[in-house]
């Protein structure tokens, strides 16, 4: 199913095999956005939305180049990456795990020179302004 469909979970989604096209997770709502792209929560496939109605390319889950500190393995990915600015939406901020793992992200862009777009949920409702930068070229 995956070959036909990009991915096992497109392919449930496609076919109708999930309700309302959503996979609740212990972490969130699994979903696509319109442009087919894999999401794992509904504020997500809202900024993924957002990217593809304003016409913006956009990368899902870039990976980070490699840093000593922040990223070792080099297996640490951003939520989006639109030319050389990423986008990470801190969708759990207020966990203390994820906060520290989010800190870590935002240092690592900053490590390494890549500007760096920060969404938290209360951002959602006014991603016209937040997102504002990409509009312009060589973001």
């Known amino acids: 199913m995956s070959k036909k469909f990009g991915s096992w979970f497109a392919g449930l989604v496609k076919t109708g095999a999930l309700p309302g096209g959503v996979?609740?997770?212990a972490r969130g709502i699994r979903c696509l956005a319109r442009d087919g792209h894999e999401c794992h929560s509904l504020d997500e496939q809202r900024i993924d939305d957002w990217l593809q109605a304003?016409?913006?390319p956009h990368e899902r889950e870039p990976?980070?180049?490699?840093h000593p500190e922040f990223?070792?393995?080099g297996r640490r990915r951003g939520d989006w990456r639109v030319g050389n600015t990423?986008?990470?939406y801190f969708g759990l901020a207020?966990?203390?795990r994820y906060d520290q793992k989010s800190s870590e992200k935002v240092a690592l862009a900053a490590a390494v020179g890549i500007p760096l777009i920060a969404i938290l949920p209360e951002d959602i409702?006014?991603?016209d302004?937040?997102?504002?930068?990409?509009?312009?070229p060589n973001c």
């Open 23 to 25: 996979l609740v997770t």
């Open 129 to 136: 302004a937040r997102l504002a930068p990409l509009r312009q």
């Open 94 to 96: 207020g966990d203390e």
């Open 54 to 56: 304003h016409g913006i």
């Open 125 to 127: 409702g006014n991603l």
């Open 86 to 88: 990423f986008i990470e």
């Open 63 to 66: 990976i980070y180049p490699l």
């Open 71 to 73: 990223n070792p393995t």
